[in-house]
């Protein structure tokens, strides 16, 4: 059967399943199967795959179908700049993630080297993202799963999403900032923060992560309510992502807790997405600040 023949079937029937960008889809798994480039597909569509070939990639296919995410298919997703390796143990790294990873890198340049916390870490994609980008920081990730940072480990020693040579990235079990007591210049959380609703009506793609990755209590915000009266005692500036709907009320809560300077960022949707606050001013910013 011919590469083209069997993109073709493959894309019809991630259609007739109602996976979005069947093509797309299609082309990223055939192209893992056989180990080639995505783009290079097209310079092989006349090719005749091979009977092993073509067992290999039906598993991948009937895994797709039944919507498991195409990164824990593939092992691998890009983020940044990077490629971290991926499997349930954490959530998938999402592309709005990388906005975060922006913002903090440009709050990073003008802070004097230091600790960055990275609450919640799972793969370790913001504090390695960030170490590329601002490598004279220390960076710290945590979380509460072991094997979370198990994967975090994995991705910290891979070439491809390694720090820079002297850049120091460590890694620590804890419930968010429990026992942490080194004053930190930034600490970024991408936690949970969906409600039992949202995860019940979410795509089924997002099931198949870990429950402890999604479950951010009634309104989304509990472990909001538990970290910023812990961050209070050892870090200026915070950096969260959370849901558009719940931007206000965290920049509420911030202020609540003892960061009265707060600042709403949007994502790659222009929604409401990223709340950035300060114990002070920011002096570059402060006339944006509230």
Same mark, same amino acid.
């Given at each position: 059967?011919?590469?083209?023949?069997?993109?073709?079937?493959?894309?019809?029937?991630?259609?007739?399943?109602?996976?979005?960008?069947?093509?797309?889809?299609?082309?990223?798994?055939?192209?893992?199967?056989?180990?080639l480039?995505?783009?290079?597909?097209?310079?092989?569509?006349?090719?005749?795959?091979?009977?092993?070939?073509?067992?290999?990639?039906?598993?991948?296919?009937?895994?797709?179908?039944?919507?498991?995410?195409?990164?824990?298919?593939?092992?691998?997703?890009?983020?940044? #700049? $990077?490629? @971290?390796?991926? %499997?349930?143990?954490?959530l998938?790294?999402?592309?709005?993630?990388? =906005? *975060?990873? +922006?913002?903090?890198?440009?709050?990073?340049a003008?802070?004097?080297?230091?600790?960055?916390?990275?609450?919640?870490?799972?793969?370790?994609?913001?504090?390695?993202?960030?170490?590329?980008?601002?490598?004279?920081?220390?960076?710290?990730?945590?979380?509460?799963?072991?094997?979370?940072l198990?994967?975090?480990?994995?991705?910290?020693?891979?070439?491809?999403?390694?720090?820079?040579?002297?850049?120091?990235?460590?890694?620590?079990?804890?419930?968010?900032?429990?026992?942490?007591?080194?004053?930190?210049?930034?600490?970024?959380?991408?936690?949970?923060?969906?409600?039992?609703?949202?995860?019940?009506?979410?795509?089924?793609?997002?099931r198949?992560?870990?429950?402890?990755?999604?479950?951010?209590?009634?309104? #989304? $915000?509990? @472990?909001?309510? %538990?970290?910023?009266?812990?961050?209070?005692?050892?870090?200026?500036? =915070? *950096?969260? +992502?959370?849901?558009?709907?719940?931007?206000?009320?965290?920049s509420?809560?911030?202020?609540q807790?003892?960061?009265?300077?707060?600042?709403?960022?949007?994502?790659?949707?222009?929604?409401?997405?990223?709340?950035?606050a300060?114990?002070?001013?920011?002096?570059?910013?402060?006339?944006?600040f509230?």
């Amino acid at each position: 059967m011919k590469l083209l023949s069997v993109l073709e079937a493959t894309t019809s029937h991630f259609t007739k399943h109602g996976l979005p960008s069947p093509r797309l889809q299609a082309e990223l798994l055939i192209a893992h199967a056989l180990t080639l480039p995505r783009l290079g597909l097209y310079l092989q569509f006349e090719r005749e795959l091979t009977a092993p070939e073509l067992e290999i990639l039906r598993p991948l296919v009937r895994r797709r179908a039944a919507r498991e995410p195409i990164q824990h298919i593939t092992g691998t997703t890009s983020f940044s #700049g $990077l490629t @971290l390796r991926c %499997r349930s143990a954490a959530l998938v790294p999402r592309p709005e993630t990388e =906005l *975060l990873v +922006e913002h903090a890198a440009r709050i990073l340049a003008h802070q004097p080297a230091g600790l960055v916390l990275d609450v919640g870490t799972g793969t370790g994609a913001i504090p390695l993202a960030l170490a590329r980008r601002q490598p004279q920081h220390r960076y710290l990730g945590l979380d509460i799963s072991e094997e979370a940072l198990l994967l975090a480990q994995e991705n910290c020693a891979h070439p491809a999403s390694a720090p820079p040579e002297g850049t120091k990235v460590d890694w620590k079990r804890s419930d968010l900032l429990h026992a942490q007591t080194e004053v930190a210049v930034l600490l970024t959380a991408n936690l949970p923060y969906l409600t039992p609703e949202e995860i019940a009506s979410a795509e089924p793609e997002v099931r198949h992560d870990p429950i402890l990755a999604l479950d951010g209590g009634s309104d #989304g $915000l509990d @472990l909001f309510r %538990r970290l910023l009266p812990q961050a209070t005692l050892i870090c200026p500036t =915070l *950096l969260c +992502e959370c849901s558009p709907h719940q931007t206000a009320n965290l920049s509420a809560l911030a202020q609540q807790f003892g960061y009265p300077h707060t600042r709403i960022h949007s994502d790659l949707t222009s929604r409401p997405r990223f709340v950035e606050a300060r114990r002070d001013p920011d002096p570059c910013l402060d006339p944006h600040f509230a």
